[in-house]
């Protein structure tokens, strides 16, 4: 599975089984995977669209629930878990970054970053200590009171990614986090990530069809008839 030491994943998806109905027609996308993230690894899914990448990220973030098989978080299991205690593991160890940054466009940087920690509990001032530290590890000290449109296409997902790591998760998922950025501004957002995973120890998980940026991860994956593959 990759292990780097750690006893424990920070996620394993465990015979993951995923349906959709279309009419009268089910649609099988995960059928058995599975898929064990390791703290200070990171993982790239590649593979076609359409075969279910999208799906794998929002179950193992727990936005959505398997027909069958079980999402262990940090070694917990979460099918048995309440919506309260799902939502919870969402906003304490689980970040997303998403191909649009989806900032919130009336909110400077730092208020964007804050937002997580403030609904998590944490005082206003050590989140603003904490947002503040993170933008500038990513390059963004001078940007913290401009908004979403005052800042560059780089910089807003630089901004997105210090909000995702923002409550410090055990993984960071990323759907296609490059995909609207231009190769050398995709460069630098992606160099922002792996400093981000060696430096805080998350496990990432990549959707991405950068296979050049793929390349320069710790492992690759894809699907292959809804199970978890290893490449190379």
Not at 10 to 24: F, M, N, P, S, T
């Amino acid at each position: 599975m990759g292990q780097t030491g750690d006893e424990t994943p920070a996620v394993y998806l465990h015979d993951i089984k995923r349906e959709y109905r279309q009419g009268a027609a089910t649609l099988t996308i995960l059928d058995g995977a599975k898929l064990a993230l390791w703290a200070g690894q990171s993982v790239a899914l590649v593979a076609p669209s359409g075969s279910g990448k999208s799906t794998l990220l929002h179950i193992a973030g727990l936005l959505e629930s398997p027909d069958s098989g079980e999402v262990y978080v940090g070694g917990t299991a979460t099918s048995g878990l309440t919506d309260m205690e799902r939502t919870q593991i969402r906003r304490t160890d689980i970040g997303f970054v998403y191909q649009s940054h989806r900032l919130l466009p009336e909110f400077t940087a730092l208020e964007n970053v804050m937002m997580p920690q403030l609904i998590r509990g944490l005082k206003k001032p050590e989140a603003s200590k904490r947002a503040k530290e993170i933008l500038a590890y990513l390059g963004l000290a001078e940007r913290v009171v401009h908004r979403p449109a005052e800042m560059s296409g780089g910089e807003q997902q630089r901004v997105a990614i210090a909000r995702a790591v923002a409550n410090a998760p055990r993984v960071l998922l990323a759907d296609e986090p490059t995909g609207n950025l231009d190769p050398n501004t995709a460069d630098h957002v992606f160099q922002a990530l792996m400093q981000l995973v060696r430096a805080t120890r998350v496990a990432m998980l990549i959707a991405t069809h950068n296979m050049t940026l793929a390349a320069r991860m710790d492992r690759r994956v894809t699907l292959e008839d809804g199970r978890v593959v290893e490449l190379d």
